[in-house]
Nanobody
Framework: QGQLVESGGGLVQSGGSLRLSCAGS????????IVWFRQAPGKEREGVAC????????VYPGSVKGRFTTSRDNAKNTVYLQMNNLNPEDTAAYYC?????WGQGIQVTVSS
Protein backbone atom coordinates (compact mmCIF):
# COMPACT_ATOMS: atom_id res chain seq x y z
CA GLN A 1 0.00 0.00 0.00
CA GLY A 2 1.40 3.35 -1.01
CA GLN A 3 1.81 6.24 1.35
CA LEU A 4 2.31 9.99 1.16
CA VAL A 5 3.95 11.86 4.03
CA GLU A 6 4.05 15.65 4.23
CA SER A 7 6.63 17.65 6.12
CA GLY A 8 7.91 21.20 6.36
CA GLY A 9 4.99 23.08 7.83
CA GLY A 10 5.09 25.40 10.79
CA LEU A 11 4.71 29.00 11.90
CA VAL A 12 5.99 31.85 9.79
CA GLN A 13 5.54 35.60 9.77
CA SER A 14 3.62 37.36 7.05
CA GLY A 15 5.84 37.80 4.02
CA GLY A 16 7.88 34.73 4.88
CA SER A 17 8.39 31.45 3.06
CA LEU A 18 7.99 27.75 3.71
CA ARG A 19 8.65 24.66 1.64
CA LEU A 20 6.42 21.64 2.08
CA SER A 21 7.50 18.18 1.05
CA CYS A 22 5.33 15.24 0.02
CA ALA A 23 7.38 12.06 0.11
CA GLY A 24 5.98 9.00 -1.61
CA SER A 25 6.53 5.35 -0.81
CA UNK A 26 5.04 2.59 -2.90
CA UNK A 27 4.32 5.00 -5.75
CA UNK A 28 6.72 6.34 -8.41
CA UNK A 29 5.47 9.91 -8.07
CA UNK A 30 6.61 10.93 -11.54
CA UNK A 31 3.98 8.61 -13.04
CA UNK A 32 1.12 10.41 -11.32
CA UNK A 33 -0.35 13.87 -11.07
CA ILE A 34 0.05 15.25 -7.55
CA VAL A 35 -2.34 17.89 -6.27
CA TRP A 36 -1.80 20.09 -3.23
CA PHE A 37 -4.87 21.14 -1.26
CA ARG A 38 -5.42 23.26 1.79
CA GLN A 39 -8.27 23.62 4.21
CA ALA A 40 -8.73 26.28 6.84
CA PRO A 41 -11.24 25.93 9.69
CA GLY A 42 -14.72 26.78 8.49
CA LYS A 43 -13.64 27.03 4.86
CA GLU A 44 -13.95 24.73 1.89
CA ARG A 45 -11.00 22.68 0.76
CA GLU A 46 -9.06 24.48 -1.98
CA GLY A 47 -6.68 23.12 -4.56
CA VAL A 48 -3.53 25.25 -4.61
CA ALA A 49 -1.18 23.48 -7.01
CA CYS A 50 -0.97 20.56 -9.38
CA UNK A 51 2.00 18.94 -11.07
CA UNK A 52 1.19 16.58 -13.91
CA UNK A 53 2.63 13.14 -14.47
CA UNK A 54 5.80 12.70 -16.51
CA UNK A 55 6.12 16.12 -18.17
CA UNK A 56 5.66 17.92 -14.86
CA UNK A 57 3.51 20.78 -16.05
CA UNK A 58 2.13 22.88 -13.21
CA VAL A 59 -1.17 24.64 -12.61
CA TYR A 60 -2.13 27.14 -9.90
CA PRO A 61 -5.27 29.04 -8.98
CA GLY A 62 -5.22 32.81 -8.95
CA SER A 63 -5.07 32.98 -5.16
CA VAL A 64 -1.51 31.59 -5.08
CA LYS A 65 -0.20 32.08 -8.62
CA GLY A 66 3.14 33.82 -8.57
CA ARG A 67 3.71 32.93 -4.90
CA PHE A 68 3.51 29.13 -4.81
CA THR A 69 5.58 26.74 -6.92
CA THR A 70 5.34 22.97 -7.01
CA SER A 71 8.15 20.76 -8.26
CA ARG A 72 9.24 17.15 -8.20
CA ASP A 73 12.51 15.40 -7.42
CA ASN A 74 12.26 11.98 -9.04
CA ALA A 75 15.45 10.71 -7.38
CA LYS A 76 13.95 11.42 -3.95
CA ASN A 77 10.42 10.46 -5.00
CA THR A 78 9.25 13.70 -3.45
CA VAL A 79 7.07 16.59 -4.55
CA TYR A 80 7.61 20.05 -3.09
CA LEU A 81 5.43 23.09 -2.58
CA GLN A 82 7.48 26.27 -2.24
CA MET A 83 5.35 29.01 -0.72
CA ASN A 84 6.63 32.58 -0.79
CA ASN A 85 5.22 35.90 0.36
CA LEU A 86 2.86 34.12 2.72
CA ASN A 87 0.01 36.01 4.34
CA PRO A 88 -2.43 35.10 7.16
CA GLU A 89 -5.03 33.97 4.59
CA ASP A 90 -2.66 31.12 3.69
CA THR A 91 -3.06 29.64 7.17
CA ALA A 92 -4.49 26.15 6.74
CA ALA A 93 -3.78 22.45 6.87
CA TYR A 94 -2.04 21.45 3.66
CA TYR A 95 -2.36 18.06 2.00
CA CYS A 96 -0.90 16.31 -1.02
CA UNK A 97 -3.00 13.87 -2.98
CA UNK A 98 -2.29 11.14 -5.52
CA UNK A 99 -5.54 9.79 -6.98
CA UNK A 100 -7.48 8.74 -3.86
CA UNK A 101 -4.42 8.63 -1.61
CA TRP A 102 -3.94 11.54 0.77
CA GLY A 103 -1.09 12.55 2.98
CA GLN A 104 -1.72 13.08 6.67
CA GLY A 105 -1.79 16.85 6.30
CA ILE A 106 0.49 19.46 7.80
CA GLN A 107 -0.30 22.77 9.44
CA VAL A 108 0.89 26.09 8.07
CA THR A 109 0.27 29.13 10.24
CA VAL A 110 1.11 32.64 9.07
CA SER A 111 1.15 35.36 11.69
CA SER A 112 0.46 39.00 10.86
Amino acid sequence: QGQLVESGGGLVQSGGSLRLSCAGSGFPLDYYAIVWFRQAPGKEREGVACITALDGNTVYPGSVKGRFTTSRDNAKNTVYLQMNNLNPEDTAAYYCRLNNHWGQGIQVTVSS
